[in-house]
């Protein structure tokens, strides 16, 4: 398997080079050359397997013979051996028709943990074999830190470097970060928002002359490939508890970056029948007003219940505009060279076919709080503010009541209480494992919200 830039600026790559780069030399994102094809009859097939196995089946043709299967074997099941749920990704019932698929059940109670123990792992594979140190530098706006931090700090081979904006994400999200030890653990507090850190990381890939010798970055947002490719399983998953291939069904997916849904866009391009895809936004709605109306623009941002979606470019969003124009990696540069500095639309023809794709609905604070509360009166289910923006938007846009319909629900809600009482609700608890989370020592460095006093930090910090 071989991958491609959006931006076309550079080689075809391998599994591995994507893996230890992220983002393009070009400034562009990885995507397969080509996609696996996968046929009615060997999807149903995969109907009673256990979700290692389900996740070996759909990753495998992305890696090649790049990682031999039984080492591959050996990285998912020890990856999800620690999730406290036996079928890893289960399925619960909201109401006729309605389903929530609980993505929370890792060590860090968000969806980032069934791509992020994976990657560290993978990560731990190539380093040892390629005898080879790196430099992990990501941005959070919220639960990608503490899940790549879980996943990666027990690598003797990394230095980890995850950017936060200072005190806009939840305080059990910070301390997720902030308590985790290691002397090659750094979390960095930047005087901005999630944009700003996603912008500091992108220019340090694009120059990464501050580094030690023979040291390179390593990329742990969902620019990194193989985070997407981890997350396309659990719709596979989903499905195949619903009847797939069979019977067709719908998501609905809280998305800010817009790598979790499209995980889902490309499980429907391999062949799992999925009739509706509907992006959810906060009121940070960028995608929906680009579904929606054809308008692509930046506005100003919006702080919410919901932070994790609280950004204002959603990087991913490029590898479904590079399928959208074709492949035509110069029309794509020009497109996002734009972005920022004037309002972007596509034709007419472009815009329908994107609806062919997707369809989305914005939720707002008061409604995420009345949806959580509504959930919560007739289910007995509690559910954080980025599920209940997910459900929501799934109830406002289901065009076809008989198609199964499953909202992803992406964190655990006690890591948002002040949402929770906010619907009027008492908070939770948090789990067992995280008793003690306010007890512990935090450990983090408040940085100017620019570039040269990151990369001056990461190079100080970083060990040769």
């Excluded at 997720?176 to 912008?199: H, P, Y």
């Excluded at 709605?285 to 506005?299: C, K, M, P, Q």
């Excluded at 003690?436 to 570039?451: A, C, G, M």
Aim: some cysteine; aromatic content about 10%.
């Amino acid at each position: 398997m071989k991958y491609k830039s959006t931006r076309g600026g550079c080689s075809d790559q391998s599994f591995e080079q994507v893996l230890l780069t992220g983002l393009a030399p070009d400034g562009g994102l990885y995507v397969p050359a080509e996609l696996p094809q996968l046929s009615e009859q060997e999807i149903a097939s995969w109907k009673d397997l256990n979700y290692s196995d389900l996740a070996l089946k759909i990753i495998a043709p992305f890696i090649g013979d790049e990682i031999p299967e039984d080492a591959l074997r050996e990285i998912i099941e020890s990856s999800y051996a620690e999730f406290d749920h036996p079928e890893v990704a289960p399925l619960s019932i909201l109401a006729e028709g309605e389903y929530m698929l609980e993505l929370y059940h890792g060590p860090t109670l968000a969806f980032k943990d069934f791509a992020l123990q994976v990657l560290g792992r993978l990560l731990d594979y190539v380093l040892v074999k390629n005898d080879q140190r790196v430099v992990i530098l990501g941005a959070t706006s919220g639960d990608t830190g503490s899940a790549a931090l879980e996943g990666c700090r027990h690598s003797e081979r990394v230095d980890i470097f995850i950017l936060h904006p200072h005190q806009r994400v939840s305080e059990v999200q910070r301390r997720q970060m902030t308590t985790v030890s290691g002397d090659n653990v750094f979390n960095l507090a930047v005087e901005g928002n999630f944009d700003d850190c996603q912008r500091i990381v992108k220019a340090a890939f694009a120059d990464q002359s501050f580094l030690p010798e023979q040291s390179q970055l390593v990329a742990v947002n969902s620019i990194n490939w193989a985070r997407i490719m981890m997350q396309i399983v659990y719709y596979f998953s989903a499905a195949l508890k619903l009847g797939a291939p069979q019977q067709a069904v719908s998501f609905s997916v809280p998305t800010g970056n817009f790598g979790d849904i499209y995980a889902g866009y490309l499980a429907k391009r391999m062949g799992l029948p999925i009739k509706q895809l509907v992006v959810a936004t906060n009121s940070n709605d960028i995608l929906y007003r680009f579904i929606s109306g054809n308008e692509y623009s930046v506005t100003e941002l919006n702080h919410t219940y919901s932070p994790s979606m609280d950004i204002l470019v959603s990087s991913n969003f490029e590898r479904y505009l590079f399928d959208l124009f074709d492949g035509d990696a110069e029309a794509l540069t020009s497109f996002m060279e734009k972005l920022g500095s004037e309002s972007l639309s596509v034709s007419e023809q472009k815009w329908q076919q994107l609806k062919t794709c997707f369809v989305s609905a914005r939720v707002d604070d008061e409604t995420t709080c009345e949806t959580i509360a509504q959930v919560y009166a007739d289910t007995g289910k509690l559910v954080d503010p980025h599920t209940a923006v997910g459900i929501r938007a799934a109830r406002d846009c289901n065009a076809d009541k008989a198609t199964p319909m499953i909202t992803l629900s992406t964190a655990h809600p006690a890591k948002f209480s002040e949402a929770i009482k906010a619907a009027g609700l008492a908070a939770p608890d948090l789990p067992p494992h995280l008793q003690d989370l306010f007890e512990k020592e935090e450990h983090y460095t408040v940085v100017p919200n620019r570039l040269d006093a990151v990369t001056a930090f990461v190079k100080s910090h970083s060990h040769n």
